[in-house]
């Protein structure tokens, strides 16, 4: 079958020339054959583009890459935006550069596209830990108020890079990341493009694999990361208002507000009852529509109190 729809695989990077080798080598070998890479050096102070460079005179895939150098470190939102300012493509997949994907997660991402008409497609992803593997299949329905419901409360991983995205509805509706470094915004851009795009579809198969063990990741938890996350949802509740659909999502914003502020109450290393309290306080009963522990739900009872002094003996 002739394949015509044109993909951009969009990669920005930095520091990462341990792991960008695998990366780029599982794109060169993809199965589907009408695709544009892009690659975003943000000022890497590594050999990442060195080993770009040798993959791609190994594949022989010069004239389809496209790689803009950024003279100073710009930040990850600045780097995916240039990806996206370059892209050509029908349809867009960002990749994130220390990660690798199946060679033939394109080809089946494409194929569910086209068949259903879908502004999205999306897949499963899994966990590579240094001892082990774990999948995390990913449901994708066609209901858009149920699939703006998902992305909201994040029972779909609210990330760019296991979606296939049509670029149409995110150059007419002009959806870029906000470069500001104290924000993560995957979340506030996830949840932009499940609004605009109409038709979903599904592979039922864990193609991406993420990366837990690179130790430049921001993986742990910490209050900047809370507060981080916050803004994020903040910016995302005032998108929902602004479309008229807020009502639609109101308990799931709710319960993410919760859960994002969660590790201030479980997590030894950025415990703060103070900042919990202050933190989306209209969320702070929304726990009673929720499935947790009993020795949970006393917890956040405590939180609440003037009796917050006893949790101590929880922790």
Same mark, same amino acid.
């Not at 193609?207 to 995302?236: D, G, L, V, W």
């Not at 009673?288 to 003996?313: C, T, Y």
């Given at each position: ?10 990669? #920005? ?11 780029? &080598?599982? %794109? ?34 010069? +004239? ?21 300012? +370059? ?19 394109? &080809? ?20 590579? $830990? ?6 995390? #299949?990913?449901? $994708? ?10 992305? /909201? ?56 694999? $993420? ?9 742990? /938890?910490? &209050?900047?990361?809370? /507060? ?19 009502? %639609? ?31 989306? #306080? ?8 929720? +499935? ?14 003037? %009796?917050?002094?006893? %949790?101590?003996?929880?922790?």
């Amino acid at each position: 079958m002739e394949k015509k729809a044109k993909v951009s695989v969009l990669v #920005p990077f930095y520091n990462v020339e341990k792991y960008v080798g695998r990366c780029v &080598e599982s %794109l060169f070998s993809q199965t589907y054959s009408n695709i544009e890479y892009v690659f975003v050096n943000d000022c890497t102070p590594d050999n990442s583009m060195d080993i770009i460079n040798e993959y791609i005179d190994k594949f022989n895939v010069r +004239n389809k890459c496209v790689i803009i150098n950024h003279e100073v470190n710009k930040g990850i939102s600045a780097s995916r935006n240039d990806c996206l300012d +370059n892209a050509t493509g029908d349809y867009i997949l960002f990749i994130d550069s220390d990660d690798y994907i199946d060679k033939d997660m394109v &080809e089946l991402l494409v194929k569910a596209a086209i068949e259903n008409n879908a502004d999205i497609s999306g897949c499963g992803y899994i966990e590579e $830990y240094k001892d082990r593997s774990v999948e995390m #299949p990913q449901r $994708y329905t066609n209901n858009h108020v149920e699939m703006m419901r998902a992305i /909201t409360l994040l029972t779909i991983k609210g990330v760019m890079w296991k979606l296939l995205i049509r670029r149409s509805i995110v150059e007419e509706n002009q959806v870029r990341f906000i470069p500001d470094n104290t924000m993560v915004d995957d979340y506030l851009f996830c949840c932009q493009v499940f609004f605009y795009a109409k038709r979903f579809a599904s592979v039922d198969k864990c193609m991406y694999h $993420y990366i837990q063990y690179n130790p430049n990741n921001y993986s742990k /938890t910490r &209050e900047f990361n809370i /507060t981080s996350q916050a803004k994020a949802i903040i910016k995302t509740e005032e998108f929902y208002k602004e479309n008229g659909v807020y009502e %639609l999502v109101k308990d799931e914003l709710l319960q993410r507000k919760f859960i994002s502020k969660l590790p201030l109450l479980l997590n030894k290393n950025c415990y703060n009852v103070k900042l919990w309290r202050e933190l989306f #306080p209209e969320s702070n009963n929304i726990w009673k529509k929720m +499935n947790f522990s009993f020795k949970q739900k006393i917890l956040f009872r405590l939180a609440s109190s003037p %009796l917050s002094v006893l %949790l101590k003996i929880f922790m």
